[in-house]
């Protein structure tokens, strides 16, 4: 087969898939060696980090936000003191669109610019499935039971039980020999 994916694959290979109503794609890691219905199968997942738009390796992935909703005013969960000081000599360095910096005093959490940030876990939806049209309304997808998205979002809606075994947003059982995807988990919510 090979079509797809390449032939001979070795657990240190990266998989992509691409989600047209995400527009975008995403590298799948190897996971496991298994075997599905008695053929050797490389399982291959996503990583957490695909799934946050704020991670510096998939920058400019982002929601464009032009109402200026704050969607998800629990997040980030900065200290009760911090305030925000944007004229401080040290702001001229602080990259306040990485969420490591959100709480830094020369940022004000998730409101970079005009941008409001999306938390981690979620991605929004782009286009309206099965047709060429931007979707009209704010919509966002995460995994199932919100994986992935910080307790400060996820600890407000009741029933999110987040398990990484059983949530995994996309998984591949692909045989390493030909290529072939052998069965295909895709979940979101």
């Not at 050797?40 to 957490?48: A, E, G, H, M, N």
Request: charged share 20%; hydrophobic share 30%; aromatic share 12%.
């Amino acid at each position: 087969d090979g079509g797809f994916n390449k032939q001979f694959l070795q657990p240190s290979d990266n998989l992509h898939v691409f989600i047209p109503y995400l527009e975008r794609s995403f590298v799948m890691t190897f996971h496991d060696a298994t075997t599905h219905d008695s053929v050797p199968t490389y399982i291959y997942r996503i990583d957490r980090d695909q799934y946050n738009t704020n991670n510096a390796k998939i920058m400019g992935i982002e929601y464009e936000n032009e109402g200026g909703i704050d969607y998800f005013p629990s997040w980030p969960s900065c200290p009760l003191d911090h305030v925000y000081s944007p004229s401080r000599t040290k702001c001229a360095i602080v990259d306040c669109s990485t969420e490591e910096n959100l709480c830094d005093e020369c940022c004000n959490g998730s409101t970079y610019g005009q941008k409001i940030l999306t938390p981690p876990g979620f991605f929004p939806e782009k286009i309206i499935p099965g047709q060429l049209i931007k979707n009209p309304v704010p919509v966002f997808l995460s995994p199932p039971h919100m994986l992935w998205a910080p307790m400060e979002v996820s600890s407000i809606y009741k029933g999110q039980y987040p398990n990484e075994e059983e949530h995994q947003p996309i998984e591949w059982g692909v045989n390493p020999t030909m290529g072939s995807v052998i069965r295909v988990h895709f979940r979101i919510q």
